[in-house]
């Protein structure tokens, strides 16, 4: 598919999710985000909350520290940030995607709503980290590599899906993999509720 550009927050298309079918869903840890400063022996991380989250992200669960961070080296796997938006106003049922902010929450904490994915797990989304980094408000653009079916991906040491240049030896990894619309069409290219592009990936390790 052509570059895939972004216009506002990241979305996420449950096709097949089984967490929300086993039960394997967490909400209960506040998203928090770690600055390290010094380094070696002398090194300290202090903690703070994560001002915004989209849905697409990945965070680790870290029970024992009671955070959801997206931190590498937390205990914990990998878990895809699928929050939802409760709407009251039957005139804006067609809110397509938005980000939680700690600023709107009571507490200044985002408690997200996170599903671990198994292997063969399938979803749809455009939350891809690009060159233009994270998107910041409702009207950012954002650009990300291109994906083509077959293409493996990734995710960061930041919790932001990327593209990967070969299948990685180790950790979790998705796969680009085909949108049957008929029998003979078979394409990367796919299209949210608001017509925006995006990939449809398989978790294959």
């Given at each position: 598919m052509a570059v895939m550009k972004r216009k506002g927050y990241g979305q996420v298309e449950p096709n097949h999710l089984s967490?929300?079918?086993t039960g394997q869903i967490y909400a209960q840890l506040p998203a928090m985000t770690g600055?390290?400063?010094g380094s070696g022996q002398e090194a300290t991380t202090t903690w703070a909350p994560t001002e915004q989250?989209?849905?697409?992200?990945f965070l680790?669960?870290?029970?024992?520290n009671g955070r959801a961070c997206a931190d590498e080296n937390a205990d914990g796997e990998w878990m895809l940030v699928f929050n939802e938006v409760k709407l009251y106003d039957e005139r804006k049922q067609n809110y397509r995607y938005f980000a939680a902010k700690a600023a709107d929450m009571t507490d200044g904490k985002i408690y997200p709503r996170l599903l671990k994915t198994n292997i063969g797990d399938i979803f749809t989304t455009n939350t891809f980290k690009g060159a233009n980094g994270t998107v910041t408000d409702g009207d950012a653009t954002i650009t990300t590599e291109e994906l083509a079916i077959g293409n493996y991906v990734k995710i960061g040491s930041d919790g932001w899906l990327t593209k990967a240049t070969t299948k990685p030896a180790s950790?979790?990894?998705f796969k680009v993999v085909p949108h049957f619309t008929q029998i003979?069409?078979?394409?990367?290219?796919y299209t949210l509720a608001d017509g925006q592009?995006?990939?449809k990936l398989q978790r294959v390790q």
């Amino acid at each position: 598919m052509a570059v895939m550009k972004r216009k506002g927050y990241g979305q996420v298309e449950p096709n097949h999710l089984s967490a929300q079918y086993t039960g394997q869903i967490y909400a209960q840890l506040p998203a928090m985000t770690g600055t390290t400063s010094g380094s070696g022996q002398e090194a300290t991380t202090t903690w703070a909350p994560t001002e915004q989250l989209e849905n697409g992200q990945f965070l680790k669960y870290d029970y024992a520290n009671g955070r959801a961070c997206a931190d590498e080296n937390a205990d914990g796997e990998w878990m895809l940030v699928f929050n939802e938006v409760k709407l009251y106003d039957e005139r804006k049922q067609n809110y397509r995607y938005f980000a939680a902010k700690a600023a709107d929450m009571t507490d200044g904490k985002i408690y997200p709503r996170l599903l671990k994915t198994n292997i063969g797990d399938i979803f749809t989304t455009n939350t891809f980290k690009g060159a233009n980094g994270t998107v910041t408000d409702g009207d950012a653009t954002i650009t990300t590599e291109e994906l083509a079916i077959g293409n493996y991906v990734k995710i960061g040491s930041d919790g932001w899906l990327t593209k990967a240049t070969t299948k990685p030896a180790s950790g979790i990894v998705f796969k680009v993999v085909p949108h049957f619309t008929q029998i003979k069409d078979a394409t990367a290219k796919y299209t949210l509720a608001d017509g925006q592009d995006a990939v449809k990936l398989q978790r294959v390790q």
